[in-house]
C-alpha cells in the first residue's frame, strides 16, 4: 500500500518537464513557435512539390517527418547538455565531421545531383557530412577565439591562426566534391566568429585581401566546374539561354511571380505539379510557397525565419561567456546567409548555390544540422549566466 501510494504522488514525466526547475521551462519558446511554423510549411510544401512523382500519394512527406522527429531528438538532447561541458568535446566534434568529409572523396562517397557529397546508407538514406562540418567548424572556432589574450579581451594570434587552419582544411575538404554553396557557408561562420571574438582590424583585412585574391585566382585559372560557370552565367543573364543554364532561374521567377498576393492555394500550383523547376522540394522550395501561397505566404516564411534569428541574435547578446557567444553568433551568420543565399536566388538577386532553405526544405541531414543548431541555441539560453 504504502509502495503504491508512492507511485500515485510521483509526479507525470510531462509535469517533471515542465516543473519550476526543468529546463523546458526556460526554453526561447518564441523561436521553438518560429521553427515549428517554419517546418509545418516545409511539409505542406514538401507534399506539393512530390506528390505527382514520389512513390505514395503523400510523396516524400512520410519520410521528410520521420526526418523532423530524428531532428527534433537532436535538438532536445544537445539542448539538455551544458553548453559549457560542449567547449571540451569541440575537437572530438571536429575532428568526427572532418572524418565524415574525408569518406565521402573515398569509394564510399556518393554523387546525387551532380555533387560528390554523400554517402549512402542503403534503405533509401543518404547523410551529407558538409552539413555537419557546419556545426563541427563553429564548435572549433568558438572555442579557439573563446580565451582571450593574457591581458586582453582579444583573442591570441596563434589561436586565430589554428581557427583558419580549422576552416581551410574543412573548405578545403568541402570543395573537393565540389561543393561552393557549403563552402561559402563554412567561409561566413568563420569570418563571423573572427569578427564577434573582436580580432584585430588587421586580421580582417589580411582576410579581406586573401579572400579577393582567391575569387580572382578562382575566375582567372577556370577552377570552376562548368556547371557552377553555368549558373554564374545565367545569374548575369538568364535570358542568354532560358532553355538551358537559364532555365532555373526563369522558372523560379514564373513561378513566384504568379503567386501573386494569395497564391493559387496548396496543390494549385501548375509549375509546381507540372515540375517546371528542378528541386522544388529541395533548393527551389520557396518557390512552392510563392507560387502557391503567394506573396502573403512567402512573406510568412521570411517573417519565421526572421524571428528565429533575431531571437538567436538576443540568446548570443545576453549569453555572459564568450564560448557561448560565440556559437550563438555564429549560428546567427550561418542560418541568415544560408536563407538569404536560397530565397535569393529564387528571385534572381543571388546566382543559383544549391544551398537549402533552413528548416523549411526536404533534406534529412540539413534538417539534423538545422535542428542541432537550435538545440545549441537552446542549450546557450538556458545557462547564458555565468551561474546557471
Not at 25 to 43: E, I, Q
Amino acid at each position: 500500500m504504502i509502495d503504491r501510494a508512492v507511485t500515485l504522488r510521483r509526479p507525470s514525466l510531462v509535469r517533471r518537464a515542465m516543473g519550476t526547475d526543468s529546463i523546458v521551462r526556460r526554453f526561447d519558446g518564441l523561436m521553438l513557435v518560429a521553427v515549428l511554423g517554419l517546418s509545418v510549411l516545409g511539409t505542406l510544401l514538401v507534399w506539393s512539390s512530390t506528390r505527382t512523382w514520389a512513390p505514395g500519394a503523400t510523396g516524400l512527406v512520410k519520410k521528410h517527418l520521420l526526418n523532423q522527429v530524428i531532428g527534433v531528438i537532436l535538438c532536445m538532447v544537445v539542448a539538455s547538455v551544458d553548453h559549457r561541458a560542449m567547449r571540451a568535446y569541440a575537437p572530438l566534434v571536429f575532428l568526427v565531421s572532418l572524418a565524415g568529409l574525408g569518406l565521402v572523396i573515398t569509394p564510399l562517397g556518393a554523387t546525387i545531383n551532380g555533387s560528390h557529397s554523400w554517402i549512402l546508407l542503403g534503405g533509401g538514406f543518404a547523410v551529407q557530412p558538409s552539413e555537419f562540418a557546419k556545426v563541427g567548424l563553429l564548435l572549433i572556432i568558438a572555442m579557439l577565439l573563446a580565451q582571450p589574450a593574457e591581458g586582453s579581451d582579444r583573442p591570441r594570434n596563434l589561436d586565430v591562426v589554428l581557427a583558419l587552419v580549422a576552416a581551410c582544411v574543412t573548405m578545403g575538404l568541402v570543395m573537393l566534391q565540389p561543393d561552393l554553396g557549403t563552402a561559402l557557408v563554412l567561409a561566413v561562420i568563420t569570418a563571423g566568429g573572427l569578427v564577434i571574438s573582436g580580432v584585430r582590424k588587421r586580421w580582417i583585412i589580411l582576410l579581406a585581401t586573401v579572400a579577393g585574391a582567391g575569387i580572382f585566382a578562382v575566375f582567372h585559372f577556370q577552377m570552376l566546374e562548368p556547371y557552377q560557370i553555368a549558373r554564374f552565367t545565367a545569374f548575369l543573364d538568364p535570358s542568354v539561354d532560358p532553355r538551358g543554364v537559364g532555365y532555373n532561374s526563369t522558372q523560379s521567377l514564373i513561378a513566384i511571380g504568379s503567386g501573386q498576393l494569395l497564391g493559387k492555394g496548396l496543390l494549385g500550383g501548375g509549375q509546381t505539379t507540372g515540375r517546371f523547376v528542378p528541386e522544388q522540394h529541395t533548393d527551389f522550395i520557396f518557390t512552392v510557397a510563392g507560387e502557391e501561397f503567394g506573396f502573403v505566404g512567402s512573406l510568412a516564411v521570411v517573417v519565421l525565419l526572421g524571428v528565429v534569428l533575431l531571437r538567436a541574435l538576443k540568446i548570443a547578446r545576453e549569453c555572459e561567456d564568450r564560448f557561448g557567444t560565440l556559437v550563438a553568433g555564429t549560428i546567427v551568420c550561418w542560418l541568415a546567409f544560408q536563407a538569404f543565399v536560397n530565397i535569393g536566388m529564387t528571385i534572381g538577386i543571388m546566382p543559383i548555390t544549391g544551398l537549402p532553405l533552413p528548416f523549411v526544405s526536404y533534406g534529412g541531414t540539413s534538417t539534423f544540422a538545422n535542428l542541432i543548431a537550435v538545440g545549441l541555441l537552446q542549450a546557450i539560453r538556458v545557462r547564458r549566466r555565468v551561474f546557471d
